[in-house]
Nanobody, 124 residues
């Protein structure tokens, strides 16, 4: 059973930074592309960023490009999301997800394992 556990969310002022962490347990981490998604109240889940299994390739939503950075440490079964220059519209529950033998899809349906999510709130 694969378990993904996120941490690092919180309340921050606009322009501030947060770093989210996601630890994978019970999985051969190197076989999973990893993604971050977010869901704001009343809105659909949306893609934020993804990273391939070996970390060589990343993908970002246009809304976070140049502000967010995804990275992974396969030795620690961890994927990180560094979020800078945060805006109120970044407020959402952020979830990490694992795509078995994938390439870092932007579609939630391609991910088979999800964390419980961590709340990020950006005040104006």
């Amino acid at each position: 059973q694969v378990e993904l556990v996120e941490s690092g969310g919180g309340l921050v002022q606009a322009g501030g930074s947060l770093r989210l962490s996601c630890v994978a347990r019970g999985a051969t981490f190197i076989r999973y592309a990893m993604g971050w998604f977010r869901q704001a109240p009343g809105k659909e889940r949306e893609f934020v960023a993804s990273i391939e299994k070996n970390g060589d390739s990343t993908r970002y939503a246009d809304s976070v490009k140049d502000r967010f950075t995804i990275s992974r440490d396969n030795a620690k079964n961890t994927v990180l999301l560094q979020m800078n220059s945060l805006k109120p519209e970044d407020t959402a529950v952020y979830s990490c997800a694992g795509e078995f033998e994938g390439s870092g899809s932007s579609r939630p349906i391609d991910y088979g394992f999800w964390g419980q999510g961590t709340q990020v709130t950006v005040s104006s």
